[in-house]
């Protein structure tokens, strides 16, 4: 199908345009068509029609089987065209975790989506149902009892709170595929020793940020939530090995890539988990 994105205007000149940003904006002119009906097949890409249906539905509009091909192998190669991708697993079941107003903003997203948010605090969680994704929020530092219980029972955790005014969003944790939380501290402790004395001050916290902060923050945690839910092998989340940190202040969005720490025990989970199967 044509992009959703995408408004399709007409130029003065009758040349289609695809989308008015100044950058990424294209015009479509094919010799021989007139722009009434390149419209016309362009409204045939609305996602609701296989490929033998388009091209069937373009002869009528006068067009050849080849020159429509040919129109959607140009379409294509511009990036203006979405493919139907098979998910690679399932998200159906999220928890958010937390209380604060990050909690609050993240879960009115989630119901945007069409899904139906757990909400749950403290320091343990009851996992029944079992969740498959949970939403670590507002705490700065999530207690290691509760991140260990989701690492043993291998579901997948993502962390969203904010920093000294900052938002920070990940990094997504895949207990026995990538690093866990604690291989983010294992990390910092090289550079700092007193840091495990410095982070036990904060768990229990909830970190604060100006209404706009909190907003951007939620915002960008809807967006991997959004990349993580679909489960697409074409849409990659931002938040896999990497941890978001977004300063409104300064506009600025920096990425910080999360490795496993050697370490660290997390990695072998899916070696016990595979060993005990």
């Known amino acids: 199908m044509l992009h959703p994105r995408l408004l399709i205007l007409t130029r003065p000149s009758g040349v289609l345009q695809l989308g008015w940003d100044p950058e990424s904006a294209r015009q479509l002119a094919i010799p021989g068509v007139d722009g009434d009906t390149l419209r016309r097949f362009l409204d045939l890409l609305d996602g609701l029609r296989t490929r033998p249906q388009i091209i069937w539905r373009a002869t009528e509009l006068g067009l050849t089987a080849q020159r429509a091909s040919e129109l959607l192998a140009t379409l294509d190669d511009a990036g203006l065209l979405v493919h139907p ?33 757990q909400r749950s605090r403290g320091d343990r969680l009851d996992l029944r149902p079992r969740p498959d994704l949970v939403v670590l929020t507002d705490t700065l530092k999530p207690d290691p009892r509760l991140t260990d219980q989701l690492l043993r029972e291998q579901i997948a955790h993502l962390p969203v709170h904010l920093r000294d005014g900052v938002g920070v969003v990940g990094p997504l944790v895949l207990p026995g595929e990538t690093g866990c939380l604690r291989c983010a501290d294992l990390l910092r402790a090289d550079y700092d020793p007193e840091w495990p004395g410095v982070a036990a001050q904060l768990l229990g916290r909830v970190g604060h940020g100006s209404p706009p902060a909190i907003e951007a923050t939620a915002a960008l945690a809807l967006r991997e939530l959004e990349s993580i839910i679909a489960c697409s092998v074409r849409r990659r989340p931002a938040v896999l090995h990497a941890q978001l940190e977004l300063d409104p202040g300064s506009y600025r969005l920096r ?18 988990h595979d060993a005990q199967v």
């Open 85 to 117: 991708d098979t998910p690679a697993g399932q998200v159906r079941r999220v928890r958010v975790h937390g209380l604060g107003p990050l909690s609050d903003a993240v879960t009115a997203g989630l119901r945007r989506f069409g899904l139906r948010p």
């Open 255 to 272: 990425i910080r890539h999360r490795t496993p720490h050697e370490r660290c025990l997390c990695r072998r989970i899916r070696t016990d």
